[in-house]
């Protein structure tokens, strides 16, 4: 496969990084200014420069700086940065419908949206799609309807799982970092420990360990951690992504499938960041061969245009009567005819196969920093989506604070976001059209920010 950047890609988006001055320059600071005068403080704002134009896997800055991205926009940007099929799709669908009114009357796109979507689902087996706004509004809809068919109001979700941030999605995450001081939550949902060998929580190895997390969750949890009986499902990330990009063994996902056949819960599998290419198949779970009742995509769904769904088992989905959930804006035109020509390009032009190739020429480079490095604890991921986790020594794991790196590594014109339950774990997660070269300028940017960093102190 060829793993240069595709044609289309700008001229200038193809030398990267490439600063003109020193980030972040003077049109950005005076739009930065009026940002904080007028714009919510709530937004972390890693990167401190304002976004002018992008294509493939650049981005430019209003000073013209260009920056090579690893982020894709946080797992949006699949198939890069302003593709043009999806481009003119938008273009295209303003003309004639913005607003599609799909809450009340049929729409063509959304009906060829949903008849991809179930062909290309696990086992081809989830034939019904209901579309929103965002990943977190579909896991709201995968909470409601999981309880509206099992008749069930608990949840099983894990430790490190992000869902979203808002309702039954923010009380499924579990990071305190996202939840503190916006609570109480809805009751009902219990956390078991994920899969993370890294830093197993009951200090044990695997394979030998025989999956004692999930022996856990079925025997401790479910029998006597506190659960009424009415449990409805259990949300699963395939692979987490902010609880530190994660991969758990392959017996995780089938177990859970089994576990909740046997309870009569739902498997409800939260793709909207590892989906549609990202780990190197349409959908993780696909890795295992575990299809789940309900699957929740958002992120690569849209293109760059907000965008969320489940896609469901008909049968489960025919519970719901007419009314019993609605979006105004779910369907709209712009995002399904956006969504569509992305969904259509990842596949058209092989991207999760391109995703396999240089994820293991990735991995294969970061193992050799790892063995160079003592500060690089664990490398890990599938795909393109591949976490470092950063330690203060291998032998203490202790985590290493790293947002001096990372913003070491963006004044070197690389865009790198963190991940992780301590905020020390570097995503390596750019658009899937990325070139082998740019892969690789970028990885020297990073392994020259991990060499430049000093060795903590009383290791």
């Known amino acids: 496969m060829d793993l240069d950047l595709p044609d289309w890609v700008e001229d200038w988006a193809r030398k990267t990084p490439d600063l003109k001055v020193a980030p972040p320059g003077p049109k950005s600071k005076a739009i930065i200014a009026k940002d904080r005068e007028y714009v919510s403080n709530a937004y972390d704002r890693l990167f401190q420069f304002t976004m002018k134009m992008a294509s493939g896997s650049a981005v430019m800055d209003a000073d013209g700086n260009v920056y090579l991205d690893f982020s894709a926009g946080i797992s949006v940007l699949n198939a890069g940065w302003s593709n043009p099929r999806v481009v003119k799709a938008i273009q295209d669908q303003a003309g004639e419908l913005v607003h599609s009114l799909a809450n009340d009357a049929y729409f063509d796109k959304e009906a060829e949206f949903a008849e991809l979507l179930a062909k290309i689902s696990p086992g081809n087996a989830l034939g019904s799609t209901f579309f929103g706004n965002s990943g977190a509004e579909a896991v709201e809809a995968a909470v409601k309807l999981s309880r509206y068919y099992t008749k069930g109001s608990e949840h099983v979700a894990f430790m490190g799982s992000y869902h979203g941030r808002v309702g039954n999605a923010l009380a499924m995450t579990s990071r305190v970092k996202f939840k503190q001081g916006h609570g109480p939550y809805p009751p009902g949902v219990f956390f078991a420990p994920y899969p993370y060998c890294y830093r197993c929580w009951f200090k044990q190895e695997y394979p030998s360990c025989g999956l004692l997390c999930v022996d856990y969750l079925e025997k401790a949890i479910l029998e006597f951690g506190g659960p009424s009986g009415s449990l409805a499902s259990v949300f699963v990330e395939p692979l987490q992504g902010e609880g530190g990009y994660i991969v758990p063994p392959k017996e995780f996902l089938p177990r859970l499938r089994k576990l909740c056949d046997k309870r009569k819960m739902l498997l409800v599998a939260d793709e909207v960041q590892c989906g549609l290419g990202r780990s ?180």
């Open 280 to 459: 190197g198949e349409t959908w993780e779970c696909n890795s295992t061969d575990t299809v789940p009742d309900i699957l929740v995509t958002g992120k690569a769904l849209g293109g760059g245009v907000p965008l969320g769904a489940i896609v469901v088992k008909k049968s489960i989905m025919q519970t719901w009567r007419p009314g019993s959930h609605s979006s105004t804006f779910g369907g709209n035109g712009i995002a399904m005819a956006a969504g569509l020509a992305h969904v259509r390009e990842i596949f058209d032009e092989k991207l999760p196969e391109r995703a396999r190739l240089l994820g293991a020429h990735a991995m294969k480079r970061l193992n050799e920093m790892k063995t160079k490095y003592d500060i690089i604890g664990d490398v890990r991921g599938k795909g393109l989506m591949i976490g470092v986790e950063m330690v203060k020594s291998k032998s203490t794991k202790e985590p290493l604070l790293v947002p001096e790196m990372q913003g070491r590594v963006w004044k070197k014109g690389l865009m790198m976001i963190t991940a992780g339950m301590y905020g020390n774990v570097f995503r390596i997660a750019p658009p899937l059209v990325i070139s082998q070269d740019q892969l690789d300028i970028g990885l020297d940017i990073f392994e020259d920010a991990v060499r430049e960093t000093p060795a903590p102190m009383g290791k």
